[in-house]
């Protein structure tokens, strides 16, 4: 079995040969283990320090495309090189490597295919009381919106075998996340979360720069994600919203028109007749959306068998 961990990194000069150092070489039930960083668009000498420090692989981008497109691009080279386990972590050494034995162990056991580490949030004394609460309300919407349990949303230390990690695709261009838990759940890939160990904070996060635009951009995440697998759901709750307010607007028209009071409320039947109709409309939306979705489920299979059988053939060449 073959373990590939990977690091995404963009100016991590100063935290990566921290982060290298720590990484194994060898565990238990793994035959082989390479390590591969994702140099996105650096303008220091991160690459260097990799090759200094013994990184097997290295993909350097000519420019920084964002660590969801990081994430992506080296689950693909992962799988191109015969990865049967990848293992995510960040370049800022935030997760303990010690617990990666612990963290592949579910995907050793067939127990599942997707291993998220669960941080001791109450106990990190660098988050303030805002963003553990947010980590925490997150949590509970990814795992509400996902139908799979989860403990830490958007932990980035993870766990990802070869079947699951050829069914994901990465929509976002800001973090991988969330979005990766949610198509996770909704393509029935089992997810475990398993308890790890933090390193003290060595800088500060480049990704939550902003409360107010880390909520908007998770919000948008997840509700993208949730059109793209459940368009049904998604439009014909919003097509029944809309019908039952017309629909209840029509009623009260008729109220007032069976007492003799119906004059000056044409009005309401007016605006009664367009919601009624923008819900019939918003329905068959619906239903196109659906057929979509079944089309784009039939494409990430054979998009799955089509990355199996390149990620082969380059098995073969290398």
Known sequence: MKLIIQIPCFNEEQTLPVTLKQLPRKIEGIDQIEWLVIDDGSTDRTEQIAQENGVDHIVRLPRNQGLANAFKIGLEECLARGADVIVNTDADNQYDARDIPVLIQPIIDEEADFVIGTRPISEIKEFSFIKKLLQKLGTFVVSSVSGAPTEDAP??????????ALKLNIFSKYTYTLETIIQAGQNGILIKSVPIRVNPQTRESRLVKNIFSYVKRSILTILRIFVVYRPLRFFATISFGVF??????????????LTGDGDGKIQSLILSAMLMGSGILLFMVALLADLVAVNRKLLEKLQAKMHEIDSKVSSLKK
């Not at 932990?155 to 699951?164: K, L, P, Q, V």
């Open 155 to 164: 932990s980035g230390f993870r766990a990802i075998s070869r079947i699951a």
């Open 244 to 257: 039952i307010l017309g629909f209840l607007l029509s009623c009260r028209f008729l109220y007032y028109y």
